[in-house]
Nanobody, 124 residues
Framework: EVQLVESGGGLVQAGGSLRLSCAASGFTFDDYAIGWFRQAPGKEREGVSCISSSDGRTFYADSVKGRFTISSNNAKNTVYLQMNSLKSEDTAVYYC?????????????????WGQGTQVTVSS
């Protein structure tokens, strides 16, 4: 069964850090792209960061650039999102997804599996 499982969310004070994990089972990340998205209550889903497993290229939304770092451990079939200097506006449910990469992009097409999400709450 193809599955993605996120973990690492929680409650943190503004300025703090969290590391999210996205673990895949039933397939390997090789030649796939993995993306982190988030959705806050009443807001649309927002792309946060992506990584291409084949070449390591990354993408960051402007809102997280310089604060978040995405990385991939292909041996563990896991992608991480290190989130530093967290702000209250980072509060959301964070999801990961994986698919073939979009053309000339480290970000995945959105037709692959999605995880169940992990809640990140940043208190100000």
């Amino acid at each position: 069964e193809v599955q993605l499982v996120e973990s690492g969310g929680g409650l943190v004070q503004a300025g703090g850090s969290l590391r999210l994990s996205c673990a895949a089972s039933g397939f390997t990340f090789d030649d796939y792209a993995i993306g982190w998205f988030r959705q806050a209550p009443g807001k649309e889903r927002e792309g946060v960061s992506c990584i291409s497993s084949s070449d390591g290229r990354t993408f960051y939304a402007d809102s997280v650039k310089g604060r978040f770092t995405i990385s991939s451990n292909n041996a563990k079939n896991t992608v991480y999102l290190q989130m530093n200097s967290l702000k209250s506006e980072d509060t959301a449910v964070y999801y990961c997804t994986s698919d073939q990469p979009e053309y000339d992009s480290p970000c995945p097409d959105l037709f692959g599996p999605w995880g169940q999400g992990t809640q990140v709450t940043v208190s100000s």
